[in-house]
């Protein structure tokens, strides 16, 4: 099963991706995919023959959350082909995007859907004409798990300026503890750039590299600039943190919220039934 399939209380986590992006009004959604991804495109579809007995039935609430998914938006598919990193992937998006800003979103991140990163992301690239990046503190010794951005605050603002980036630094030559999280919004102009960005670590096209060539470029589109998030987030991809992501999502819901948290708290007393 593709990790992107993975149950998060009763949807896969790729459905609360898609949800994002359409919530801050993206509903234009391409799914760079590959080998073993047919699900994903089969779950965004119409289901007819279920669709039709739950009809019969009556049951329009299953009915509804069936059709949710191939609701959404429109969703388009295209296969990376060689997996040659994120930055490869992200190029073969360039057709489809054409000349206009646009955001990436990795599917193991899950943004908790009250907490509005996307929305300000898209302000501060329209306000900057430049790319923008989303960054979280973390422990220093668990930045060599991502890219690493080097800032300087901007007076007055509630984004940084991105100096620098490394991606996967060891932890001794980290510039910062901020870290590269998955969520991107884009100026067209790295297109040009991963054109010619070479393999960078682990021997793949590096997104994190093309946006370094970005940050230190001038003219139309360059510049990076960083959103420090502070809120929620789940990362589907590191097991404690999906099963975080399961009970927090489930515990704050109102048909299952109340008699999962009363079971909880006899849980972590010692007395389970
Ligand atoms: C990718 C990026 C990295 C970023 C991370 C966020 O790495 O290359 O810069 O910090 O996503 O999840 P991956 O986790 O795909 O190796």
């Not at 790319?131 to 220093?140: C, F, Y």
């Not at 990362?235 to 927090?248: E, M, P, R």
Request: a negative charge; proline letters at 5%.
């Amino acid at each position: 099963m593709p990790k992107e399939m993975l149950p998060v209380v009763d949807k896969p986590a790729i459905q609360y991706v898609v949800q994002e992006a359409v919530d801050a009004g993206l509903s234009d959604v391409l799914m760079i995919t590959g080998r073993n991804k047919r699900a994903l495109e089969d779950h965004f579809d119409r289901v007819p023959f279920i669709e039709q007995t739950l009809e019969a039935k009556g049951d329009h609430e299953k009915l509804a959350a069936v059709r949710r998914p191939s609701e959404l938006g429109d969703i388009h598919y295209l296969r990376q082909g060689d997996p040659k990193g994120l930055g490869h992937a992200v190029l073969r998006s360039r057709l489809h995007v054409g000349n206009e800003p646009f955001a990436v979103l990795l599917g193991d991140d899950l943004i908790d859907e009250r907490d509005p990163l996307l929305e300000t992301m898209i302000e501060v690239q329209a306000r900057t004409g430049g790319s923008v990046i989303a960054l979280i503190e973390v422990d220093p010794a668990q930045i060599s798990a991502y890219g690493c951005a080097d800032i300087s605050e901007l007076e007055g603002e509630e984004y940084v300026r991105v100096n620098q980036l490394v991606e996967k630094p060891a932890v001794d030559e980290a510039p910062s503890n901020l870290a590269v999280i998955g969520r991107y919004v884009l100026h067209p102009r790295v297109f040009d750039v991963l054109e010619t960005t070479g393999p960078g670590r682990g021997g793949e096209i590096q997104l994190t590299d093309a946006l370094q060539t970005l940050a230190a470029a001038e003219g139309e589109g360059s510049g990076v600039y960083g959103v420090v998030f502070r809120g929620r987030r789940y990362d589907t991809g590191d097991k404690l943190s999906y099963l975080k992501a399961v009970v927090t999502l489930a515990s704050e819901r109102e048909d299952l919220g109340p008699d999962l948290c009363a079971w909880l708290k006899e849980f972590s007393a010692g007395i389970p039934k």
